[in-house]
C-alpha cells in the first residue's frame, strides 16, 4: 500500500508518494496511457498531468521541490516531454502551459506524473 505524505511547497499542499528503490526503467520502454511514473522516465512528445512530487530523500529534494512548484510544476497541470539531451537523457526538455523548462534527470524524478497520451 503506498503511504503519501501531504506537505506544503512554495504555499501548496501537495501529495507526496515514496519513490520505488529501483525507479530506472530502460531507454527503450514505453509507458502506457494512464500509467503513474515519474516525469524523467517518460518518453519524447508524452503528454502527461502532475500529480505531485516523489517523497524527498533530503533537504536538498526539498528544494527542489519548492523551486520547480515557484516554476508551475503543480498537481493538475499538464505536463509534455519536447526534448531530451543525447547524454544519458538528460537534461530534459518540457512545456508547462506557456513556458519550456531544461530539467536535470534527478529533478525530473522529483515530479510524479500521469501519462495521457504519446504521439
Not at 91 to 115: C, G, M, N, Y
Amino acid at each position: 500500500m503506498d503511504a503519501h505524505i501531504a506537505q506544503t511547497v512554495a504555499g501548496f499542499t501537495v501529495c507526496t508518494m515514496p519513490a520505488e528503490k529501483d525507479s530506472a526503467i530502460p531507454e527503450t520502454a514505453r509507458v502506457s496511457a494512464g500509467a503513474s511514473v515519474a516525469l524523467n522516465n517518460i518518453d519524447v512528445h508524452t503528454e502527461s498531468v502532475i500529480l505531485g512530487y516523489a517523497a524527498p530523500s533530503n533537504a536538498e529534494d526539498v528544494r527542489r521541490q519548492r523551486r520547480l512548484a515557484e516554476l508551475g510544476f503543480l498537481p493538475g497541470e499538464r505536463v509534455r516531454v519536447v526534448s531530451r539531451g543525447w547524454f544519458k537523457r538528460s537534461p530534459v526538455a518540457v512545456r508547462v502551459a506557456d513556458s519550456t523548462f531544461a530539467l536535470r534527470d534527478d529533478e525530473a524524478a522529483l515530479v510524479l506524473v500521469q501519462v495521457l497520451s504519446q504521439s
